[in-house]
C-alpha cells in the first residue's frame, strides 16, 4: 500500500505524453535503432572496430540530416527572426535622435488613401456604390460594375473599402426593424429592439454616418495591402515621399503590428499599458535598411538578387516603425455588435521603432552539421590507420620466415 502510494507521483509523471514520455519513448527507439546495429557489429567485428564503425555511421547520417535541417531550416533550430522595441517616440516622429526622425511631418510628402484613389481612379467610388445598390434591388450578385478603368488596379476590389451604399442600408435597417415587429406580433410580446419611425431614421443617420467614418480610416498600409501599385505611381509622381522609408502594407507588416501590439500593452513606457489592442488604431508601418529586394517579378532580377544576397554575408540593420493613435471610448450596446475602433484626432501619436533580430534558427543545425563531419572524418581518418596498420602487419607476418 505504501510502495503505490510512493511510487504513483512517478507513474503520474511518466504518463504524462508532452515531455517524460515522449522523451521517454525518443530514447528508447534511439537504443532499440543504434544499439541493434553496434550489438551486431560488435559480434561480428569485436569490441573496437565495431564501435568505430557503429560511431563512423552514425556521425556520417547526422552529417547527411544536418545539411538538410541547415539548407530548409528545419529539425533542430534556435531562435526564430523576431521584431525588437527599441524606441518609443511620441508624437511627430522628428523627435526621434535616430534615422526616424525623417519621417517628421514636415519631411515627407503623404496624402489620405480615399484621396489617392479619387485622384488615380476619378469616379469609381461612385460607380461601386451604383453597382452595389443595382444587385441589391435586383437580387443578383454578378451584375457587372460600369466603369472605365484609367489604370488596371482601378479595379472594385479597390472602391468597396471606400463605398458606401447609404440606400440599401437604410432599406436594411428597415427590413430589420419591420422583421422584429412581425416576429413581436406573432409572438404576442412586446420587444424593446422595435424602433418607432423617428428613432428608426435617426438610428440609420446614425449607421450611415459611422459607416462612412470607419471606412474613411482607410490607410496607406491598408490601400498598398489591396494593390500596392497605386501606391507606386504615387511616389514616381511625387504625390507619396517618405524620404527614404518604404511604406510597408498592413499585410507585409503582419509580424511586425502584432509585435508592436503585444510591446504596447505590456509596457509600463507606453500609454495603452495594462490595456488591449482595442484602445488604438494602427496606421502605418515604415521600413528602412535590410538586404537589397529585387526590382521587379522577372527572372532576371530573380537570379541577381539570389545571388547578391547570398555574397553578401552581412546583415544591414532592418528598422521598421509602426504608428498607432488612440481610439475613441464607446460605450458597448446591449443587443448590437461592439462599435468599431474610431481614431482619437486629439490623441497622441505613438510610433514604435523595432530592430530585425535575425535570430539563430540555423545555428544549431550548422553546428550540428559540422560537428558531425569532424567526428565523421576523424572516425574514417581512424579506420584508415588502422587498415593501414593491419596492412603492416599482414606483410611482416608473410615475409616472416616459418618457423
Known amino acids: 500500500m505504501i510502495s503505490n502510494f510512493i511510487f504513483s507521483p512517478?507513474?503520474?509523471?511518466?504518463?504524462?505524453?508532452?515531455?517524460?514520455?515522449?522523451?521517454?519513448?525518443?530514447?528508447?527507439?534511439?537504443?532499440?535503432?543504434?544499439?541493434?546495429?553496434w550489438l551486431i557489429l560488435n559480434t561480428n567485428l569485436g569490441n573496437r572496430l565495431g564501435t568505430l564503425i557503429s560511431l563512423a555511421g552514425f556521425f556520417g547520417w547526422m552529417f547527411i540530416m544536418g545539411i538538410v535541417w541547415w539548407i530548409y531550416g528545419i529539425g533542430l533550430q534556435g531562435d526564430r527572426p523576431t521584431w525588437e522595441p527599441r524606441e518609443i517616440v511620441f508624437?511627430?516622429?522628428?523627435?526621434?535622435?535616430?534615422?526616424?526622425?525623417?519621417?517628421?511631418?514636415?519631411?515627407?510628402?503623404t496624402m489620405r488613401a480615399s484621396e489617392l484613389v479619387e485622384l488615380y481612379c476619378p469616379g469609381l467610388v461612385d460607380a461601386t456604390t451604383a453597382v452595389q445598390r443595382q444587385r441589391y434591388v435586383e437580387g443578383n450578385a454578378d451584375i457587372a460594375i460600369n466603369y472605365d478603368a484609367p489604370k488596371p488596379y482601378c479595379?472594385?476590389?479597390?472602391?468597396?473599402?471606400?463605398?458606401?451604399?447609404?440606400?440599401?442600408?437604410?432599406?436594411?435597417?428597415?427590413?430589420?426593424?419591420?422583421?422584429?415587429?412581425?416576429?413581436?406580433?406573432?409572438?404576442?410580446?412586446?420587444?424593446?429592439?422595435?424602433?418607432?419611425?423617428?428613432?428608426?431614421?435617426?438610428?440609420?443617420?446614425?449607421?450611415?454616418?459611422?459607416?462612412?467614418?470607419?471606412?474613411?480610416?482607410?490607410?496607406?498600409?491598408?490601400?498598398?495591402?489591396?494593390?500596392?501599385?497605386?501606391?507606386?505611381?504615387?511616389?514616381?509622381?511625387?504625390?507619396?515621399?517618405?524620404?527614404?522609408?518604404?511604406?510597408?502594407?498592413?499585410?507585409?507588416?503582419?509580424?511586425?503590428?502584432?509585435?508592436?501590439?503585444?510591446?504596447?500593452?505590456?509596457?509600463?513606457?507606453?500609454?495603452?499599458?495594462?490595456?488591449?489592442?482595442?484602445?488604438?488604431?494602427?496606421?502605418d508601418t515604415f521600413q528602412k535598411g535590410g538586404k537589397p529586394k529585387r526590382g521587379s517579378d522577372g527572372i532576371g532580377d530573380r537570379v541577381w538578387n539570389e545571388i547578391r544576397n547570398t555574397v553578401v554575408f552581412w546583415h544591414p540593420t532592418n528598422t521598421v516603425v509602426v504608428t498607432v493613435a488612440p481610439t475613441l471610448d464607446k460605450e458597448l450596446v446591449p443587443g448590437e455588435a461592439p462599435p468599431f475602433s474610431e481614431v482619437d484626432t486629439e490623441g497622441q501619436l505613438v510610433n514604435v521603432v523595432m530592430v530585425r533580430n535575425l535570430g539563430t534558427l540555423r545555428l544549431p543545425a550548422a553546428l550540428t552539421t559540422i560537428g558531425s563531419?569532424?567526428?565523421?572524418?576523424?572516425?574514417?581518418?581512424?579506420?584508415?590507420?588502422?587498415?593501414?596498420?593491419?596492412?603492416?602487419?599482414?606483410?611482416?607476418?608473410?615475409?616472416?620466415?616459418?618457423t
Open 91 to 109: 508624437g511627430d516622429p522628428s523627435e526621434s535622435e535616430s534615422d526616424v526622425a525623417q519621417l517628421g511631418t514636415d519631411d515627407v510628402t
Open 10 to 37: 512517478v507513474i503520474a509523471g511518466i504518463s504524462w505524453e508532452p515531455e517524460i514520455r515522449g522523451a521517454l519513448t525518443v530514447l528508447v527507439g534511439s537504443l532499440v535503432l543504434f544499439g541493434s546495429v
Open 155 to 283: 479595379t472594385e476590389s479597390v472602391a468597396e473599402k471606400l463605398a458606401v451604399d447609404e440606400e440599401s442600408l437604410a432599406d436594411e435597417m428597415r427590413a430589420d426593424n419591420l422583421q422584429l415587429v412581425t416576429d413581436a406580433g406573432d409572438r404576442g410580446i412586446s420587444d424593446s429592439r422595435v424602433l418607432n419611425d423617428a428613432d428608426l431614421e435617426d438610428k440609420i443617420v446614425q449607421r450611415i454616418d459611422d459607416q462612412k467614418r470607419k471606412l474613411g480610416q482607410l490607410t496607406l498600409s491598408d490601400l498598398a495591402a489591396i494593390n500596392g501599385d497605386i501606391i507606386e505611381d504615387a511616389r514616381a509622381d511625387g504625390i507619396l515621399d517618405f524620404n527614404n522609408w518604404n511604406l510597408l502594407s498592413s499585410s507585409a507588416a503582419g509580424e511586425a503590428i502584432a509585435t508592436a501590439d503585444a510591446f504596447l500593452v505590456s509596457d509600463p513606457a507606453t500609454p495603452f499599458y495594462g490595456g488591449s489592442s482595442d484602445d488604438f488604431f494602427v496606421l
Open 373 to 402: 563531419a569532424l567526428a565523421f572524418l576523424g572516425l574514417c581518418y581512424m579506420l584508415h590507420l588502422r587498415d593501414k596498420e593491419l596492412i603492416r602487419r599482414t606483410e611482416e607476418w608473410d615475409e616472416s620466415p616459418a
